[in-house]
């Protein structure tokens, strides 16, 4: 395990900065730092950007301008920047978004972050960032290294915290809120409606059938998650109530564009619940969704160029 390096990737971290944001200069001279030390020997995680999309909160795609994620921990819990109402858009702070459902304000600053990293200070839940006790702890270093970093204002990791946002409040509200909206969404019931056909017969909370769904351009696909990926006889007469949802929420935020997947469970009592994908290539009959229909998604709904991604970009 010594020999294992911290995997960092700058391009996803850049990229996963909010349009008109750049990722600040301590965090890439952070990464640097880190580059090529064992992994574990500050923390168990990676740097790694990723969009809020991606992220254990429920149906994140819409705040993809309110984070910054660029640390991945193993257990694919996310760590980065939170950009809410009235905070400092240059100085956000630190939050972690568990996947046990732990939601955390860490830190209120970058630079408290490492600092909390340099004096270990996490609870139980957020124990990755710890050292591991397999590899030689080289916390000291990293406090070394920041002392010797042109000063900046003090900070203390825990300063100012109190006077920040309540977080994980911000993190319940918005996931009752999104499940209310797609519970109670004009589309999302017709479409349960339409697939009543398919309701799971166990009639627990939690019992659902699992659909997936490409649109790229002119071409389609549904299917049914039923020992493997299925064709449905439903899928033709659901195809215009789906791309009346792409458009639906493309104008609500433009700036996404349009999604490429989606997938959703239909509950026992009729309820859709779905996510969406923005940056996969589909497949669709077996073979990745054709570039010239995808690209003529983007060209109808063009999105920030850190937004596009590479498959998507290239020429």
């Known amino acids: 395990m010594s020999d294992t390096p911290y995997p960092i990737d700058l391009d996803s971290i850049r990229g996963a900065f909010p349009p008109g944001i750049e990722a600040p200069s301590l965090l890439v001279e952070f990464a640097d730092w880190l580059n090529g030390r064992p992994w574990g020997s500050v923390g168990r995680f990676s740097l790694q950007g990723q969009f809020s999309d991606h992220a254990p909160i429920v149906d994140g795609s819409p705040l993809r301008d309110r984070f910054s994620l660029f640390m991945r921990l193993p257990d694919g819990s996310a760590v980065g920047g939170w950009y ?24 209120p600053s970058l630079d408290g972050l490492l600092a909390k990293l340099t004096s270990q200070q996490f609870g139980n839940a957020w124990s990755d960032l710890l050292p ?24 203390t990791p825990d300063d100012a915290s109190s006077e920040l946002p309540d977080f994980r409040g911000f993190v ?23 697939l009543a056909a398919h309701l799971p017969k166990g009639k627990k909370p939690w019992d659902k059938t699992n659909f997936e769904v490409a649109i790229s351009g002119a071409q389609y696909q549904a299917r049914v998650l039923t020992r493997g990926p299925q064709p449905f006889e439903e899928a033709s007469s659901i195809e215009s109530l789906l791309r009346d949802l792409r458009e639906e929420m493309r104008r609500a935020q433009p700036e996404l564009g349009l999604w490429y997947a989606m997938s959703f469970g239909l509950y026992a009592d009729g309820r859709v619940m779905p996510n969406f994908e923005y940056d996969l290539r589909p497949t669709i009959d077996g ?29």
């Not at 073979?287 to 970009?313: I, Q, T």
């Open 84 to 107: 809410g109402a009235g905070l400092d858009r240059d100085n956000p702070p630190i939050v972690g978004l568990g996947s046990e459902g732990d939601y955390e304000l860490l830190a």
């Open 132 to 155: 591991h006790d397999e590899v030689e702890c080289q916390t000291v270093e990293l406090a070394r290294w920041l002392a010797g970093r042109p000063a900046g204002e003090p900070m």
């Open 172 to 194: 319940e509200k918005w996931s009752r809120d999104r499940e209310d909206y797609w519970a109670n969404h004009r589309l999302m019931a017709e479409l349960g409606w339409r």
């Open 287 to 315: 073979e990745p969704a054709l570039l010239s229909e995808a690209k003529a998604d983007l060209v109808r709904a063009p999105r920030p160029e850190r937004w596009v991604p590479k498959w998507l970009a290239a020429s």
